[in-house]
């Protein structure tokens, strides 16, 4: 399991220096790293902290927006009527909830389309592991950067450090 | 604060008064007509016109203005589009970014699909931002007003909302004549 200080070090040296979002259980322990060091600009839903990134990348900040999949679904019309025609890019932390059909009903649907979701859209994702942390950081910036798009990490229960390690 | 009595302005004149007051500051315009009628009246590469994405036009101008604190960033809004995302009055209530100024064309109206009516006869938007935590809240009804309170946010700490009160009349004017991607490309060069 990455520690979540250990992983926001890592964010940081990828070079991402603006974060916002809407809590998950999953991302607790990196939302508590992010508050501690004065860094986390809380949003009220998932679209509007979409946006706050979209003004911040055209303002010149690296952002990185964090979220729970179920607002993933708040996000198709800022991504598809914003980011993706304007050529916007932002890193979407996503937790997947609801992975493997194990999670509480209202998170199965969103758990099991997802990904495909993500690829109808058009948003290059990855899922974050342990093993393969830098390379997975470093893919997300290539991507932003080369693409301009929105691009998507998942995590995972268990990867990094959360509410309930 | 003047008396809110006299003419009132259509949105064009409003937004005129605005713009004159404005050099290089970054301004984002919501979707739909604002846009289009700010593009017409002074087109600027400091605009953010927005095609998409409704009731984000504060959400966008509260990221530059974080990004930017030395620069006062200005929201052109309309009233369905903040009724689409009345948490974002919140959001910036609690976050008080100083340098953002936030002007709400208030027509009663969805102008751009009809003339539909819109619940802010009934719901007074200037105190929602109040409420929120927007540190200076006006209203105004008159070009002259605009100008005098416009011209007041813009010396002042803020966050500030300025809510103005306008007929329907919409200007006869063209989409947007730019690429989103050279909107994004030519506001990021203009508020380098």
Redesign the interface.
């Known amino acids: 399991m990455i520690d979540s200080d250990d992983f926001v070090r890592a964010l940081k040296d990828t070079g991402f220096d ?1 974060f ?1 979002g809407v809590p998950d259980s999953i991302l607790a322990g990196i939302i508590a790293v992010l508050i501690d060091q004065r860094l986390y ?5 998932e ?3 979409v ?11 690296v ?1 990185a927006v964090l979220m729970q999949n179920s607002g993933l679904g708040n996000c198709l ?2 991504l ?3 980011n993706l ?4 890019p932002c890193l979407l932390l996503i937790s997947w909830r609801g992975f493997q059909g194990k999670d509480a009903p209202e998170h199965l649907v969103m758990g099991q389309t997802m990904t495909q979701l993500l690829d109808t859209v058009g948003i290059p994702h990855r899922t974050l592991s342990e093993q393969t942390l830098v390379e997975d950081l470093n893919w997300t910036a290539k991507t932003f950067m080369e693409k301009r798009l929105p691009v998507a990490l998942l995590l995972k229960k268990g990867t990094v450090k959360g509410l309930q390690p | 604060m003047r008396p809110e009595e006299g003419t009132i302005p259509s949105r064009a004149v409003a937004i005129k008064a605005v713009l004159d007051l404005l050099t290089d500051q970054p301004v984002i315009i919501c979707n739909g007509f604002p846009s289009r009628e700010a593009c017409k009246l002074a087109d600027r590469p400091t605009h953010f016109y927005m095609i998409g994405s409704m009731g984000l036009a504060p959400a966008i101008g509260l990221g530059v203005a974080l990004a930017k604190p030395n620069k006062k960033v200005i929201v052109l809004d309309g009233d369905g589009n903040v009724l689409m995302n009345l948490g974002t009055l919140a959001t910036v209530g609690a976050l008080k970014p100083k340098n953002f100024i936030h002007v709400v064309f208030d027509n009663e109206v969805y102008g751009s699909t009809g003339n539909q009516p819109t619940i802010s006869r009934i719901v007074r938007l200037d105190q929602v931002a109040k409420a929120s935590g927007y540190v200076n809240v006006e209203r105004a009804r008159e070009r002259e007003d605009v100008t005098y309170e416009f011209k007041d946010m813009l010396q002042k700490d803020g966050p500030s909302f300025l809510l103005v009160k306008i007929t329907e009349q919409a200007e006869d004017v063209d989409r947007v004549p730019l690429e989103p991607t050279e909107i994004t490309r030519r506001f990021m060069k203009a508020i380098e």
Not at chain 1, 52 to 60: I, L, P, Q, S, T
Not at chain 1, 85 to 88: A, D, G, L, N, P
């Open positions: 603006f916002t600009l809380p949003a009220v839903r679209d509007e902290a946006a706050m990134a979209a003004g911040a990348y055209m303002a010149g900040k952002p019309n800022v598809a009527s914003l025609i304007y050529r916007q």
